[in-house]
């Protein structure tokens, strides 16, 4: 029989006794040399074991999940801080020569400027750019830097549906491809140990001009050899001209200052900032980016996320590879560290980061639902260690249903905004349309009330479809506030639940990027149009039994 007044829940850790219980402790996997750190409860690591354990753990994670393989253009998306300065250090460490595992992929760095929609001055985002690319250069890989007001210069076809390459695509034969990377290299190392070296290639015979000659055209092949392996460049350097004009600055600012909450703030700001990422990918050749979410980021963006009614996006927001967008795919390696571990990693070996002020700067833990989650969920992981990892742990057996991110999936059947799967087209009963028939009862409608109109000609302000003069506004059709509404309708009808949420808090549809509005214009057409030849399409199912047949 077990004892009723059993508790097993977990106690508070008196901060007393985890002090006098670090104190003198051998480390746990030498047993040797005294510990310099305790990451939980009876993890006690001295330095050089710390180490070992966090290289480690990243190089695992990468070769369990055999996503990236060897010679592929990996995107390091770097914001300056602990986390995206740790995975910058690792991929460092990897790339060695001595390491015993070397990684195989060839990087390169993006870092985006946010400093606009954070009150910063263009003095302090220079400065800031500045340190930032110092430690850009001294890493040796190329980088980009992106700056949020770019968001206005993305073509209208960003937000179309782009089909992973083949190339993208090798399945179970991952081994193979490291087999053949490696057997690349050796015949690439045997010619070069076969090839003549300078003395030999400059005859002693040879006039003085001949000599220069040869000497020119050595110069030149070493230039290009050394352009192929990876040298520093960024097209935007904080040198020299800024790439946005004074417009996008102010056009970037108002946008955001018209939305109401900061909740809304953030969540578009890491809209724009993903299509800013997936963009800077695709023009530059690179099929991966890597992100620098840690295990504590992703523990408050599962529970923040579940607030904000992702819910059905959680397997692609919180997982290790997100593919929503077809021919990229984002990876986070960094997921199995807390914030504890990095802190610790970068004070041990002097990793330098950045401190950037972000739009949640100074506010106070009640400001956003980021905000609230983020304290809520560090104050409980200071009483009760595995909090954090009790979420991680959750997050990791979500996983969608079905291949909802496939090439063949229709547009329509994506967020406008986040490009995950829709989930609003969901049957009566279901918590969605109870959300919505409360929402309309609440403004006094009738629960009967179709929330998504069809695509008809628009009514009058009144909205009840009476035209009579006293009832409308007299004003122009493009300024009509009918028009206005039938477009906010028209675009709602296009996001999940969640970005609807972000849209609703926005003064006006005008302010967003061109690129998006286009997209919901693109997305009208065709749906109109397809309601037209409807009677003469076939039905899925149908279709299928076609090609078997």
Known sequence: MCDAEQDDTEQPVPRAAAIAASVAQKCMKCKDTSAVLVIRAGDAFCKSCFKEYFVHKFRAILGKTRLIFPGEQVLLALSGGPTSSAMLCQVQEGLCREAPKKLRFCPGIVHIDEGAVCG??????????????????????????????????????????VCSSPASHHGENYKEAVDGFLQKQRETLSQTEQRPTVVEQLNVTDTEEQVQTKLAQLNICDLFSKENTGNTFTEASTSGKWPFNLTQTEAIKELFSSIKTLTAKEELLQTLRHHLLLYTARIKGYTKIMMGDSCTRLAVKLLTNISLGRGAALAVDTGFSDNRYGDIMMVRPMREYSSKEIAFYNKLFDVPNIFTPALDTKANDKASIHRLTESFVNKLQSDFPSTVSTVYRTSE???????????????????????????????????????????????????????????????????????????????????????DSKRTTDLLSMLCYSCRLTVKDMVSLDLLPQYVLSEAERRKRRAQVREQIQEFLLAPEDETDATGS
């Open 397 to 483: 057996k979500l996983n969608t249903v079905s291949s909802d991110y496939s090439c063949g999936a229709e547009q329509t059947d994506k967020c406008l905004l986040c490009l995950c799967a829709m989930d609003t087209k969901v049957e009566s009963a279901s918590a969605f349309h109870a959300t919505l028939i409360s929402e309309r009862l609440s403004l006094k409608q009738s629960p009967d009330h179709t929330f998504v109109k069809e695509a008809t000609e628009p009514s009058c302000c009144g909205g009840d479809g009476d035209e009579e003069k006293g009832k409308c506004c007299g004003a122009p059709s493009e300024a009509c506030h009918s028009m």
């Open 120 to 161: 910063r001055s263009l003095e302090e985002r220079r400065a800031t750019l500045t340190q930032l690319e110092a430690i850009f250069q001294t890493s040796g890989f190329p980088y980009h830097i992106v700056y949020l007001e770019e968001v206005f210069k993305l073509p209208n076809s960003m937000l179309q549906n």
